[in-house]
């Protein structure tokens, strides 16, 4: 009988929900190597505390061409910045609505809100930098205190016209990317200047007080001309990156911060027990309720209900390893919790129509089919309706929105498989 | 039971229970929350329980224009203000440090002007956008409906269900706005389209078994075939209802201050939504019907 098989996909299914749901998993030991499976939930800054930036980028003094590598370049100064900061898990997207170009910046877990502000809001600096005197025996003991041997010249990114990578010779004859910069012409006297004081010194790059390039490369003989070659030993990515960064120090770009939201970590860790108790004592009274109802087909919804839930879960974790794992966030719990509510629904319409077949004098097993088929226009119209609201707020919505839809929009569609397919699997093998 | 027979009643019932709130939502508005207005939101819980006043004072010195102090309980309290910027931000903590003791940073928020008119026009927006979907989707799918019913009908009375919601819960907000101070933010809007879905959800089982009894010819008027389906899908509306106001009342006695207001938004939508589904749009088909014939 068909229902077996089913039953059999249903059992398998419940169990690696359960498996992925579990918070920590065995390690496996497989041809002598260990693998440790493990399937964190993905909680939203609102939830594990953190704070996040969104980040206006001024264009007025950018040719409109150039705007879409600004805004990338900007990016790119802000999660150095915050790499650099040491924020594990940071991220910084880059979003064009229209004509605005913004960067978003979250720090998950970051309790400073001002260090986050002033380390992301200030603007990219790029400043050379000449050795003043002779390293002290401190200095050649720590990176730091050698970095402060090195002092401002005055040269700075805004006398950079631009950078770009070249290919040419490096140190010891072979070929390979380079940095090639050009200044400006006032860029140009000021650099020919420095470089004619430095001859046989050490000059330096620092990018927003730290160094590129390091140790610095010597000034073999005053540069005239206005432009120079930063060598090292730059991989082509590396030596691309460097460019980009340094025309974002050339190129500054204001930022103005739009909106900042700090969520502290308690408030967070709150907010998930005390929805994890709601949202349990919601299954409960949903079941208490359908079995009281419902009597035995109560019973087989609320067993579908708890798969329902396992299975969700299990999909938020995984992204059914198909879509990247989905952020939970306050909003998209309590669209979860909601969703346990109206997943019974489809149980509900299918028994009331049961009900009905049964009393204009259908058998048992007759009214179980024809409930089923019965019910089931009810069910894909009405959860068609949910599922464009779902994708109306995810295309519209601001984050705390999209999480919320993506929560609604799996919600409906697990539902649709636990009330219908499992319920009526193990309705078909119970009642006979 | 003839529940079609008192639909004038139901009509006024509706109207007596969504003017005083459109009164309210007509002369003093929703309270925006920063979300809209733009604006800065400081939660702090302190070491012991303050004086709102003192707290404020405190505050202002930092020349800060307050707008509201509220006492989420706990010893936490939540201060709206105009934008400020991290400066800002870090003397008004300086200044309660040196007043109050220690504080403990819950949430700090900011939101420029900029971000806020636009999550208004995105809300606005999807509301609409969300409607019309809708009404298309129930007019292509009920388009098998067989004369005298009308496809277009189903899908306009859906739509007149579904704004009694949504009118009933902005103006229920724009009432405890006024009285207790209660402010509408993103969640709100995420609350009225989840609102909006159901509402939907709801009067499509309704409809679906009008259309049912339909084809199944059991002949006589609209009325008694609109009253018929209602009848027959009453139990369930209210036990679906039923589930999910169960769980909601979990989520606000449970669920913490954060989410209280988004709750008691989705709890009042959801009970309009399975009463305007019944006693609004499948009324309003048979009025239609009986007024101006097919």
Known sequence: MRSRYVLWIIVILTLLAILIDSPKLPALNLLGKTYQLEFPLKLGLDLQGGTQLILSTEMDRIDSENRDTALESAREVIERRVNLFGVSEAQVISSKIGEQRRIVVELPGLQDASAAAELVGKTAQLDFREMVGTPSAEATQSAQALFDTFKPTGLTGADLNKAQVTFGAVQGGRSGPQVAIEFTAEGAEKFAEITKRNVGKPLAMFLDDVPISWPPPTVEQEIVGGSAVITGQFSAEEAKNLAVQLNAGALPVPIKILEQRHIGPTLGQESVNKSLIAGGIGLLVVVIFMVSYYGLLGLTASAALVIYTLLVLAIFKTGLFILPPITLTLAGIAGFILSIGMAVDANILIFERMKEEIRWGKGKMVALELGFKRAWTSIWASNVSSLITAIILYTLGTSIVRGFAVTLAIGVLVSMFTAYVVTRTFLRLIIR | ?294
């Open chain 2, 1 to 294: 039971m003839n529940l079609m027979k008192y639909k004038l009643f139901y009509f006024v019932f509706s109207m007596l229970l969504i003017l005083p709130g459109l009164y309210f939502l007509l002369t003093s508005g929703l309270k925006l929350g920063i979300d809209f207005t733009g604006g800065a939101l400081l939660e702090y819980k302190f070491e012991k329980s303050l004086d709102k006043n003192e707290l404020r004072e405190v505050v202002e010195k930092n020349g800060v224009e307050v707008g509201q102090i509220n006492d989420s309980g706990d010893k936490t309290y939540i201060i709206r203000t105009k934008p400020l910027d991290q400066e800002k931000i870090k003397e008004i903590k300086k200044s309660l440090n040196d007043n109050f003791g220690k504080l403990e940073e819950r949430r700090e928020e900011f939101v420029g002007p900029v971000i806020g008119s636009e999550v208004s026009q995105k809300a606005i927006y999807a509301l609409a956008l969300a409607s019309l979907m809708i009404v298309l989707y129930i007019t292509f799918s009920f388009r098998k409906v067989p004369k005298p019913a009308s496809s277009f009908r189903f899908g306009i009375a859906a739509i007149v269900a579904l704004l009694h919601d949504v009118l009933l819960v902005i103006g229920v907000f724009a009432i405890l706005g006024k009285f207790l101070g209660v402010e509408v933010d993103t969640l709100f809007v995420t609350a009225l389209l989840t609102i909006i879905g159901f509402s939907v959800h709801d009067t499509i089982v309704v409809f679906d078994r009008i259309r049912e009894n339909f084809l199944k010819n059991l002949g006589g008027k609209f009325e008694t075939v609109a009253n018929i389906s209602v009848t027959q899908t009453l139990a369930r509306s209210l036990n679906t209802s039923l589930t999910v106001v169960f769980v909601l009342v979990a989520l606000l006695l449970f669920g913490g201050e954060t989410i209280k207001w988004f709750v008691v938004a989705l709890l009042v939508g959801i009970i309009s939504g399975t009463y305007s589904s019944i006693f609004n749009a499948t009324a309003l088909l048979v009025w239609w019907e009986e007024k101006l014939g097919h």
